[in-house]
């Protein structure tokens, strides 16, 4: 997991790189944690920092802030036998599918579909740049989930494309 800071005075650094990969490696030498990194930056420094999830498959089609809750489905799923079809954000929520042989009534363990429920809707409370505490938000039509943070980058992004 790699993570990008986006300051005024830097044009963006990651944490394998860039011009604030002092700062994270300092950071996490002290033993910080996303979440204190995340606060430093977003609360005291107004910088923006995006989790950006370099080691995803291929079907994973959603930012990095939702690794914590996509890669222990995954992990899950491969554990006993299920193949991921597909992880995407779909209304400002992430969705996770699972291919099954429906004509073959294969299903999946109740336990299984719990577990894809509740990530599914812990999605509309997480960041999907950052990770951090979020709510379902809505601009112009299109549904994300943000903090406060990523929501005004997302509006201002969005409104500059107009």
């Known amino acids: 997991m790699m993570v990008r800071i986006v300051a005024p005075h830097f044009t963006a ?27 430093y930056c977003h609360d005291e420094q107004g910088w923006t920092m995006e989790l950006i999830d370099d080691e995803k498959p291929e079907y994973v089609e959603c930012r990095g802030g939702w690794a914590t809750l996509y890669r ?32 073959a009534g294969e299903t999946l363990p109740p336990e299984l579909e719990l577990a894809i429920a509740i990530a599914e809707r812990a999605s509309q ?19 994300f989930t943000a903090c406060d943070t990523h929501h005004r980058e997302v509006i201002s992004e969005r409104d500059a494309r107009r």
């Open 72 to 103: 222990p489905l995954i992990e899950r799923c491969e554990r006993e036998g299920y193949t991921v079809g597909q992880v995407k954000q779909k209304f400002g929520s992430m969705r996770f599918y699972v291919d099954l042989d429906h004509a």
């Open 13 to 39: 650094g990651m944490v394998r790189g860039g011009a604030c990969a002092p700062i994270l490696h300092y950071m996490r030498a002290k033993g910080w944690t996303l979440r204190q990194i995340r606060a």
């Open 125 to 143: 409370t997480v960041c999907e740049w950052c990770g951090g505490p979020a709510k379902l938000r809505e601009h112009c039509h299109y549904l």
